[in-house]
């Protein structure tokens, strides 16, 4: 059975349709359960009692269970239990622009970046849709808040699960949904070229960041298998081309690591690889964890990067660190019940 959270508006009228109703009820099914937060089926006051017993009998409305929830003063980590046991991590974020969640999009990760915790457990399966919708409106009714930004930098490659993505980015932007705004959705890929070439024509205006981590394919062989299949170059090109269709900015994501990828000569060549293009990059101190033998720069070190990036006319940031002491920081996120406790 279907998930009633998984189903695009679009889906849901083609669903209607196919049993005889009016397809505008979609609409208010979306309404109930997104706006008035309502998913017993019963509830739903201005649909008919033969219709609700349709939907019972085609969807579920199960939701994933919070297991856990660890917060220190302006972040929230939570673990769910799905369905089938497996487990997963949220994270939200307090920013003074708003609250943003870092959602997950598969259970593990095959993608094998070095320096990275989330991906110690190799992919157990691709997240659907509705597990992705379901980690927003469970953290927006427990903590009583308003999401106002999502990130996919969870666990997992969003671009390995690029339809259920979409269908979730689609029923979050839904105006009879969640209504996030495109421009408020990021999704973070560590550079799989074929979807990001499928990216370039989807149709919303949703923000785009490569988790790039090196500016040459010496070092980035090193540290992100994906490199092995698609080169700096060929990645490169086919952001260009993303930029040029959509004309929006990229994000490019650099963690900084000690000797690594941290040296001056590293930011020269990151300032040419990246010159007139229409970007920002977002420095990350390294969140060090216990199982990897990574070390983050320095202070110093990154600040004299960062100069560097400025001096060459690179917009650059340098990203404020959240959570690590709940191990919520980007890459310690875990699908390992055990693990995480
Ligand atoms: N797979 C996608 C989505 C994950 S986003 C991607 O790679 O973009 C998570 C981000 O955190 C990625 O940029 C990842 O490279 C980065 N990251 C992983 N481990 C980290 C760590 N220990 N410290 C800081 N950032 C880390």
Redesign the pocket.
């Known amino acids: 059975m279907l998930n009633i959270y998984g189903l695009t508006r679009k889906q849901l009228e083609d669903y209607f349709e196919s049993i005889g109703e009016k397809k505008f009820k979609a609409q208010q099914v979306f309404e109930w359960l997104y706006q008035k937060k309502e998913s017993d089926f019963d509830k739903f006051s201005n649909i008919k009692k033969d219709v609700i017993e349709k939907l019972k009998t085609d969807f579920t409305n199960n939701k994933i269970k919070i297991i856990r929830k660890q917060s220190s003063t302006d972040t929230y980590k939570y673990l769910f239990e799905l369905e089938d046991k497996n487990y997963i991590e949220a994270v939200v974020m307090v920013h003074n622009y708003g609250n943003s969640i870092c959602v997950s999009s598969q259970v593990g ?1 095959n ?1 094998g ?1 070095a ?4 991906g110690r457990l190799k992919k157990v399966r691709n997240l659907e849709s509705h597990e992705m919708v379901l980690q927003i409106l469970k953290i927006e009714e427990d903590i009583n808040v308003r999401i106002s930004h999502v990130v ?3 666990i ?3 671009f390995d699960n690029y339809d259920n993505v979409i269908s979730f980015i689609n029923i979050i932007n839904d105006n009879n949904g969640i209504a996030l705004g495109s421009r408020h959705i990021t999704v ?3 550079g799989v070229v074929p979807k990001i070439k499928e990216f370039t024509n989807y149709d919303k205006q949703v923000n785009l ?1 490569i ?1 790039l ?1 090196a500016p040459n394919n010496e070092i980035r062989d090193k540290l992100m298998n994906i490199n092995k299949a698609y080169k700096i170059e060929e990645l490169m090109d086919s952001i260009k081309d993303y930029i040029k269709v959509t004309n929006r900015r990229v994000t490019f ?1 650099y ?1 900084m690591l000690q000797g690594i990828n941290d040296t001056k000569d590293c930011a020269i060549e990151l300032s040419n690889l990246l010159k007139g293009m229409n970007c920002y990059v977002n420095l ?1 101190p ?4 216990s199982h990897i033998e990574f070390k983050k720069s320095s202070q110093k070190t990154i600040l004299e990067f960062y100069d560097i990036l400025k001096k060459n006319n690179i917009n650059v940031t340098i990203r404020r660190e959240f959570g690590s002491k709940v191990s919520a ?4 996120l875990r699908a390992n019940f055990e693990e995480g406790l």
């Open positions: 990760c993608m970046c320096f990275c915790e989330s996919l930098m969870g997992g490659e969003p973070s890929t560590c960041a988790s981590h994501e963690i990350i390294y969140n060090e964890t920081a980007c890459g310690q």
